[in-house]
């Protein structure tokens, strides 16, 4: 048997590909982070970040992961015992009440199933039972299950009920419409490594002005995620000067291609994703599925880990498996950031193999040619 060339597709939402000029960029001579040079460096990211988020809030360059973006949201708007809502679908709405929970807040959970959303209607109804909240925290994309909420409709609903509104964009931002300033979003928080094509290590969040006099008043304790000390200094410690780099190049190739095309390409994909795996007669899991993944169900009678672990192993295409309660439930494919439409004919190109190979009959290049189909439509 011929052995051939092996490439690797990342398909998983996060770490996503990552383009070779903002790799490079992370290469360059590091710098002195107290100095004009630099500067001027973090000045330009923040600028193009703040694009990015469609803000002209105070937006923060953290040297950390996404989940410290979250933790900065928690520790500065609630107090030990002050009500505080959670909406909750999934593993990303839990990791906001587990935060919660650790600062101390008294914290109302609107809970529904993986796969389900939480409309606006019903954050009104829950926060009419729920007066006292102050703050609610919101996800726009779950990624444990690929629903999308509308965070602008919760934006509203808050506003009525005159409490803050914190929302984890971590995977939405770049693939989904979302804009913090129009939407009037308190706090929004996003990761590197996501739709912003960089590695992992940087995470950013802007707050308003209501969010920055919210943490005047919070009396939780924090330090390196004190977003006092970022108002004052935006970098209060060592910034990650590299990341930095990528992350100023990164912002220009967005800026040059606009956030709405780039919403528009990732409507695409996502659509075409869609349509391979109608093709292969496989069913979505979301009930609101979202433009940044797409989760499907594991066909019965077939091994779900094993269609992620042979797709990574010996087809080098990584797409990511469920979480949690999830585990061999579903599979997620990601078509977050710097992904082509090839990449996702490669990925069901892939997928369709190793459904062969695990016993479930489904006709070579069926799933191809849906995800092809709805390209040629689209002009792509
Ligand atoms: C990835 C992700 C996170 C966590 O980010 P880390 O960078 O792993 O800390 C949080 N929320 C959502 C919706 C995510 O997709």
Request: aromatic share 8%; charged share 25%; with cysteine.
């Amino acid at each position: 048997m011929a052995r051939l060339v092996r490439k690797e597709y990342l398909l998983a939402p996060g770490p996503t590909p990552v383009p070779n000029g903002v790799s490079l960029e992370g290469a360059r001579e590091t710098i002195h982070h107290r100095t004009p040079q630099f500067k001027k460096i973090m000045d330009e990211a923040i600028e193009g970040t703040k694009y990015v988020f469609q803000t002209a809030n105070d937006l923060f360059l953290i040297a950390s992961s996404g989940t410290g973006a979250m933790e900065m949201a928690v520790a500065n708007l609630v107090s030990p015992g002050e009500k505080a809502v959670v909406i909750s679908v999934g593993k990303f709405g839990e990791r906001w009440e587990k935060l919660c929970k650790v600062f101390g807040a008294d914290v109302a959970v609107i809970r529904k199933e993986y796969g389900d959303f939480v409309s606006a209607e019903e954050l009104e109804d829950f926060l009419n039972k729920n007066s006292s909240a102050s703050v609610v925290f919101a996800t726009l994309s779950e990624t444990s299950t690929g629903t999308v909420m509308n965070v602008e409709g919760f934006s509203s609903v808050a506003k009525k009920h005159d409490a803050l509104l914190a929302v984890d964009c971590i995977s939405g931002l770049v693939a989904e419409p979302m804009k913090a300033d129009e939407w009037g979003l308190d706090v929004v928080v996003a990761g590197s490594q996501k739709g912003f094509m960089l590695p992992p290590g940087l995470a950013y969040a802007s707050f308003n002005e209501r969010a920055l006099q919210k943490a005047e008043e919070v009396t939780s304790p924090r330090f390196y995620f004190d977003v006092r000390a970022y108002a004052k200094d935006p970098a209060p410690w060592t910034p990650a000067v590299n990341l930095i780099y990528q992350q100023r190049a990164a912002v220009k190739l967005l800026k040059e291609e606009g956030i709405e095309n780039i919403w528009e390409r990732h409507a695409v994909l996502a659509e075409a994703t869609r349509k391979g795996v109608a093709a292969l007669n496989l069913e979505l899991f979301s009930k609101r599925p979202g433009n940044v993944l797409t989760a499907v169900k594991v066909p019965d009678g077939v091994d779900g880990g094993k269609i992620v672990s042979i797709m990574r192993d010996e087809y080098g295409v990584t797409i990511a498996g469920g979480q949690g309660t999830m585990k061999g439930k579903i599979f997620r494919i990601s078509h977050l950031g710097y992904v082509s439409g090839f990449d996702i004919v490669v990925a069901f190109t892939a997928l369709e193999k190793v459904l062969r190979r695990l016993g479930h009959s489904v006709p070579f290049g069926a799933g191809a040619a849906g995800v092809m189909k709805h390209l040629e439509k689209e002009g792509c």
